[in-house]
């Protein structure tokens, strides 16, 4: 399994032990979608959500496009102190699903992460705004959650390329940070 790539503690604000014990059993994005219900559930209203590019588009790796997402979750947090929901968390399952999925002869995006976590999480009413990351029209992902958030009337906030730059000259969090 890749690195944990929700490393700094404030990816899991609001968890509960319970999240944490679902998260190690969960393989699916529909295991996932108990999970982020009821960590955002837990967090005061307002919730935010940061989208963009991860496993297609945006700078062109997963890797590259994770560091930005994870900097962009702690930025919004600790600098702009915004109450924003990380799905960082997720990823390991995610990409585990995708490497199952793509194996399994399923070509191109791997919709179940869409349809089965952040469409129903989306339309759930917890997520009142969304930041998308500059690049975000390049993923298929994020289009998809840009479509959903119109349809729910959920705001819409598009973050400017400046703000990648800063994000990533902003050195990497510690756990005890």
């Known amino acids: 399994m890749a690195r944990m790539h929700a490393t700094h503690r404030i990816h899991f604000d609001f968890w509960h032990k319970d999240h944490f014990e679902a998260l190690k059993q969960a393989k699916t994005p529909k295991h996932l979608l108990p999970i982020a ?11 935010q959500m940061i989208a963009g590019a991860i496993t297609t588009g945006g700078i062109g790796t997963i890797e590259g496009n994770l560091t930005i997402f994870e900097r962009m979750i ?6 702009k102190k915004e109450n924003t929901f990380s799905q ?8 585990d699903y995708m490497a199952r999925w793509t194996k399994h002869g399923n070509g191109g995006y791997c919709d ?16 009142v705004r969304v930041c998308f ?9 994020a289009r998809r959650e840009h479509e959903i ?8 906030i598009y973050l400017p390329k400046s703000l990648n730059n800063k994000v990533l000259e902003i050195p990497a969090r510690d756990e005890d940070d």
């Open 88 to 95: 960082l968390p997720f990823e390991d399952v995610l990409r």
């Open 133 to 141: 990351i500059y690049g975000w029209r390049t993923s298929i992902g």
């Open 37 to 47: 219900l009821g960590v955002a559930e837990r967090r005061p209203r307002g919730v």
């Open 74 to 79: 702690e930025y919004h947090v600790t600098e």
């Open 149 to 156: 958030c119109k349809e729910r009337g959920i705001e819409i």
């Open 112 to 127: 179940p992460i869409i349809d089965d976590l952040y469409l129903p999480f989306l339309r759930s009413g917890l997520i």
